[in-house]
Nanobody, 123 residues
């Protein structure tokens, strides 16, 4: 069982930066691949980025490539999402999720989800 709690969301101007954190409970965190997703009002949840359990492999959505960076600290049981050069279209609720041996775009393959944190980018 893994419980995930996101934090770090907020209101930022276009071009600004935020760093989201996702704290995980459970001693098996390091065995899980992690992903970040987001959901804007009236839209479906979409994949942002995924990372393997070791942190050695990542996969980014084209929309955030070069602006967002995922990282993880398996000692602190935390995964991070550094978001730079934010745009109004990045406004959404951001969720972290955990899956065994998978860090791709398929939402049903993620077993555990956090409650989400709101990111709002003003123009």
């Amino acid at each position: 069982q893994v419980q995930l709690v996101e934090s770090g969301g907020g209101l930022v101007q276009t071009g600004g930066s935020l760093r989201l954190s996702c704290a995980a409970s459970g001693r098996t965190f390091s065995r899980y691949a992690m992903g970040w997703f987001r959901q804007a009002p009236g839209k479906e949840r979409e994949f942002v980025v995924g990372m393997s359990w070791s942190g050695g492999s990542t996969y980014y959505a084209d929309s955030v490539k070069g602006r967002f960076t995922i990282s993880r600290d398996n000692v602190k049981n935390t995964v991070y999402l550094q978001m730079n050069s934010l745009k109004p279209e990045d406004t959404a609720v951001y969720y972290c999720a955990a899956a065994r041996s998978y860090y791709g775009v398929e939402i049903p393959r993620y077993e555990y989800w956090g409650q989400g944190t709101q990111v709002t980018v003003s123009s």
